[in-house]
């Protein structure tokens, strides 16, 4: 069931993320927060017993959204550099190729507003 609970957070999180990137142009880390509220919520929607383990849950499907998104956000901006639509370029983008945009791309704010998302995601989902 957390399992179920997991892909389901992380897919529609990540497509609502980079939609959001897609419209502002800018990376939107502050998505990285919604996330982790939104993986707590589910998780106790879910009846996941509270603890450690809840938490720790919060934390992965918090990480494991913000690499999808990344992937997703620097693939779509790069396809729209090359002339794709950003559907097209998830499947033609490399992972070495949107790991390079995103470090070149993501700056302190949006490290912050990751370990921001941590704790939020460990402290909602205990």
């Known amino acids: 069931m957390v399992l179920l609970v997991a892909v389901v957070a ?3 999180v990540a497509a609502v993320w980079s939609g959001l990137s897609l419209v502002f ?4 880390a ?7 509220l939104d ?9 996941v017993p ?3 383990a809840r938490a720790g849950w919060a934390i992965a499907i918090t ?9 997703l956000v620097s693939a779509a901006q790069i396809g729209l ?9 998830v499947w033609k983008i490399s992972p070495g190729l949107a790991w390079l945009y995103g470090t070149t791309n993501f700056g302190w704010v949006d490290a912050a507003w990751l370990l921001g998302a941590l704790g939020i995601a ?5």
């Open 50 to 52: 509270a603890g450690p």
């Open 30 to 36: 502050w998505m990285a927060v919604v996330t982790a």
């Open 25 to 28: 142009r800018s990376n939107c």
């Open 63 to 71: 990480l494991a959204t913000v690499a999808v998104a990344w992937y």
């Open 122 to 126: 460990w402290r909602f989902g205990r």
């Open 81 to 89: 550099l090359m002339g794709f639509r950003p559907a097209d370029a």
């Open 10 to 12: 992380v897919a529609g």
């Open 39 to 47: 993986a707590a919520l589910l998780l106790r929607l879910a009846a």
